[in-house]
């Protein structure tokens, strides 16, 4: 079984790109962020025609997450127990999803950005890492044989490896303290990150910008993660990065990670 996350930015805009991602490369189950629609607006008819079903959250133009699986596609759940908001009024933002296909337990997670240190968003960044951290503990705790995958655009950078050059985000976001530690605390919950026990330390990125020729100068982060439970950890044969997804006219700027699973 294949399964992989890809930060899409904009499915409306790719879809028929991630479609033929997903036959060439065969992958079974995708969570996809960074839909950047409403619920109404997904391209479900693209999937559907190459096997997929899909399950998607969205409530406008920014964020969005869904689900595409061609391995059966159960017990959906928009959002999770305690998952804060943000503005004024607050708003549960779609930034979650979660579905069971082929046996395993897939959320699509897409983790607010943070923006700057000293900005709302920042704060709300780290009380939502909170809150799913403490769900995720409740999950791997009354299921301890589930297989169970936390995927997605995580918008930290884990260690000064994962980013082409740390000084470069002194003082900013994705690199401080309090959010490495909250990255860090998903271990305690009972979960590995995957991909760092099958990839190379430095220079694995997965996100590069759009501007300053940031991807031919190789100037990227390594920001999308999969953190799994013991049971999904011991099924994963390898983790790989389709870093040529980034290449060509209308890529996003993330690329997907993809983790084999044995059966």
Not at 10 to 26: I, N
Not at 104 to 127: F, I, Q, T
Request: proline content about 5%; charged content about 25%; some cysteine.
């Amino acid at each position: 079984m294949r399964i992989a996350t890809w930060n899409v930015n904009s499915v409306r805009t790719r879809a028929e790109r991630v479609v033929a991602w997903l036959e060439r490369t065969g992958t079974d189950v995708l969570a996809i962020q960074e839909t950047k629609c409403k619920e109404e607006q997904f391209p479900h008819a693209v999937f559907e025609a190459a096997g997929y079903e899909v399950a998607v959250v969205g409530l406008n133009q920014w964020n969005g997450v869904a689900i595409a699986s061609r391995v059966g596609i159960d017990d959906v759940e928009r959002g999770f127990l305690g998952q804060p908001g943000f503005g004024d009024p607050e708003v549960v933002e779609p930034r979650a999803i979660g579905a069971t296909c082929g046996g395993v337990r897939v959320w699509s997670l897409y983790v607010p950005n943070g923006r700057e240190l000293d900005h709302p968003h920042y704060a709300y960044k780290l009380r939502w890492l909170e809150a799913l951290q403490r769900e995720a503990t409740e999950w791997v705790a009354a299921s301890p044989d589930l297989p169970l995958a936390l995927m997605g655009d995580w918008n930290v950078v884990p260690f000064d490896t994962d980013v082409w050059d740390v000084a470069a985000f002194a003082g900013k976001t994705h690199v401080s303290p309090a959010e490495r530690d909250a990255f860090a605390a998903f271990a305690d919950a009972g979960l590995t990150e995957v991909s760092r026990e099958h990839l190379p330390a430095e220079n694995t990125y997965t996100y590069w910008d759009y501007q300053q020729l940031a991807f031919p100068k190789n100037k990227g982060m390594r920001i999308d993660f999969a953190y799994a439970s013991p049971a999904l950890r011991a099924r994963v044969d390898s983790v790989t990065i389709d870093r040529d997804e980034r290449k060509g006219k209308g890529a996003s700027d993330h690329v997907p990670v993809i983790l084999d699973l044995a059966d």
